[in-house]
């Protein structure tokens, strides 16, 4: 009966005496003075430490700045985190005074480098190349892997691989052959003869143009500058009969204007004779 009663005032005195040796209980704080105090709590620093019989004097952080998360007994909050959205991260969850702000990778981005846990900062998804696929998709945590799209396929945006067209389903034959970003072209059968048609049509007529030209061009140079003399002095002979006939007809006219006035002027005469007494 007695060694049940010792033993739990031995362990109170045991307690006491490893608070005395080596520090302060569980919720409290050694002071600057060497007081062990009472910490304040979440959301709260210290603003004085306890001295006699007054306790631990706390303030709060500032909301939206600062924060605590634990109990404490330290004089200064922690300052609020920022979520850099040129390293790819956005706000999941604004800072309170007992929490600090909560960053998440932005969607399409994935994370690079990790602090305390989280995610500081992020890059952007690699883009598929076209020719390729996507792979695997990429994540919060991993990138885009892609892959070259295998011969018969095509890819013109870097998205899915697509097996290329068979023209002999639609009955059509193949004009251009596919790569591995653009298909196959496919045209009807009539079309294709038609289209093969053109280029011979057109060599044709350019030869028959040839034959004419060489047809239509003067064998004897020499002579066809002389003619070309010829007609060129015939020519000169023509304009200078018509201006002599021009200056006859002119003055022919000039003449007959004259005979007209004299006869005028006789008869004139033999009418004054004939009036006098």
Request: include cysteine.
């Amino acid at each position: 009966m007695e060694s049940t009663t010792l033993i739990p005032l031995f362990c109170y005195l045991l307690g006491i005496h490893i608070i005395l040796s080596y520090g302060c209980g569980q919720s409290e704080y050694r002071s600057e003075a060497g007081d062990c105090c009472p910490m304040c709590n979440l959301g709260m620093v210290v603003q004085r430490d306890c001295h006699g019989d007054y306790s631990t004097t706390c303030k709060p952080c500032s909301t939206g700045r600062t924060f605590m998360d634990q109990p404490n007994g330290l004089k200064q909050c922690f300052p609020c985190k920022s979520c850099d959205s040129q390293k790819g991260l956005y706000v999941w969850s604004s800072c309170t005074v007992m929490r600090n702000t909560q960053c998440k990778v932005v969607e399409g981005y994935y994370c690079t480098e990790f602090s305390g846990g989280e995610c500081s900062s992020a890059l952007k998804h690699r883009q598929c190349e076209p020719g390729e696929a996507i792979k695997t998709p990429g994540s919060e945590k991993s990138d885009t892997v892609c892959e070259a799209c295998s011969s018969g396929f095509y890819s013109p945006l870097g998205i899915n691989c697509t097996r290329w067209t068979d023209c002999s389903v639609r009955d059509e034959v193949q004009q251009r052959e596919g790569s591995a970003v653009e298909d196959v072209q496919c045209v009807s059968k009539a079309s294709r003869h038609r289209y093969s048609i053109i280029p011979a049509a057109a060599s044709a007529l350019i030869l028959l143009l040839l034959l004419i030209i060489l047809f239509i061009k003067p064998k004897n140079p020499e002579k066809s500058h002389k003619n070309h003399r010829e007609v060129n002095r015939g020519d000169k002979r023509d304009c200078g009969l018509s201006e002599a006939v021009q200056e006859t007809v002119s003055s022919s006219a000039h003449t007959e204007s004259s005979v007209v006035r004299l006869n005028f002027f006789r008869k004139g005469n033999r009418e004054t004779r004939s009036a006098q007494p």
